[in-house]
């Protein structure tokens, strides 16, 4: 059986521990002392006085410890392993979507969890990293010219659909959203032809009235129809971007200061620790303050992309492509959804919010990025899993 982390003649584990882009790894760790900041200032004391580690700063460094450990073995196992076993992690991230319909845990109104004691899953983030995975095994595996025929893109839009499916069924909106965007952009970093695009557009508007009909819930339509005029239901549907917009304007240029905002100490803003946390930091630090954290955001995202450029191999070059516009789907949403530029969704900052299958899933993707940084140089054959020599 072969090793997960060496070949005969190849990289040792510690050359290849450093190959790995430690920069990056630094810009990482920023995020997640920014967010383990935040949430400490978040959370009250003893004395009711702003700033405690309790409940959600302790636990957070804690997930973010196990969670680099987790990037650095991700980073440093054989690329070609992550290949041949891209449709097992897809295979297991379905059996588990699956698992919630039978035995999830219910939570605000949704089936989402898996409670596995020690810890509650959510399967849903796992297919985030999965899908990327399978749609870039099976694009490797597939040439140029047969990307351009219908019938080759049947099995990657079962792929997407399938999750989507069942993501929806929870019901979870947002990430339903963010599993179909992402696999959309895939499709077009494999250099699917444009055309078939404005086609799959003409037929998703095409389905908005049986959709609206019979896929979404009322509080699902309910929050798309306050998206447009949140002032109709102020205390309802519209409350949360309200509250976001009066904490955004509160901050100013400077902020009021660390451990200062007032609609988060005084429980005005909802969901402060987790999906409106970027809302939080810009009332305490302002628009500079939430500026300088998009600025790392786009840093980040930027070794991404560039990581991608970097490797020689087709395999490499989707799953970095892929994963990296999954991380740029994740902070564009949040915070357009926290300005009111789209609607308000479930989607959490990453690295920055609280969450811990959230944090896991970011940290094995930027491991499997990072791992294509480490295996730049290698080669593999497009349609199978052995070194082109």
Do not use: C
């Not at 319909?101 to 796992?126: C, H, N, Y």
């Not at 955004?248 to 100490?265: K, M, P």
């Not at 970011?362 to 349609?383: P, S």
């Amino acid at each position: 059986m072969q090793s997960l982390f060496q070949r005969p003649g190849e990289m040792t584990v510690p050359e290849r521990f450093g190959q790995i882009s430690w920069s990056l790894v630094t810009l990482i760790a920023l995020l997640a002392a920014v967010g383990i900041t935040m949430l400490y200032s978040a959370a009250v004391d003893s004395t009711g006085a702003p700033g405690s580690m309790d409940p959600w700063a302790k636990r957070q460094a804690i997930r973010f410890a196990i969670g680099m450990a987790v990037l650095i073995f991700v980073a440093v196992t054989d690329l070609r392993i992550w290949l041949q076993y891209a449709y097992v992690v897809y295979g297991v991230a379905l059996a588990l979507l699956i698992g919630v319909e039978i035995a999830g845990t219910m939570g605000m109104g949704a089936r989402r969890w898996i409670d596995l004691k020690i810890f509650l899953l959510q399967p849903s983030e796992v297919m985030k990293v999965g899908l990327v995975l399978a749609l870039a095994r099976y694009f490797h595996s597939v040439s140029h010219e047969n990307t351009g025929r219908i019938v080759y893109l049947l099995v990657p839009a079962a792929l997407v659909l399938a999750p989507v499916a069942l993501v929806l069924k929870q019901p979870d909106l947002g990430t339903a959203g963010m599993l179909m965007v992402g696999g959309v952009a895939m499709f077009f970093i494999a250099g699917v032809r444009m055309w078939k695009f404005a086609l799959g557009g003409v037929l998703g508007l095409a389905a908005i009235p049986l959709a609206w009909r019979f896929l979404l819930h009322d509080y699902q339509k309910k929050r798309l129809l306050t998206f447009f005029n949140p002032d109709n239901d102020p205390m309802g549907a519209g409350y949360h971007i309200l509250q976001s917009k009066i904490a955004l304007g509160s901050g100013g240029i400077t902020g009021r200061g660390y451990l200062q905002g007032t609609q988060s100490y005084l429980n005005f803003l909802p969901e402060k620790q987790t999906d409106f946390i970027f809302t939080m930091l810009a009332e305490e630090f302002g628009l500079l303050g939430g500026l300088g954290l998009i600025l790392i955001y786009m840093i980040v995202l930027g070794y991404g992309f560039a990581i991608a450029i970097r490797s020689r191999n087709h395999f490499g070059r989707l799953l970095a492509l892929g994963l990296t516009t999954t991380i740029f789907l994740y902070v564009f949403i949040n915070v357009a959804m926290v300005m009111g530029v789209v609607p308000v969704v479930g989607v959490p900052l990453p690295l920055v919010s609280y969450g811990g299958t959230a944090m896991l899933t970011v940290m094995v993707a930027f491991g499997l990025i990072m791992n294509v940084y480490v295996h730049r140089d290698l080669r593999l054959t497009r349609g199978g899993i052995d070194e082109d020599e």
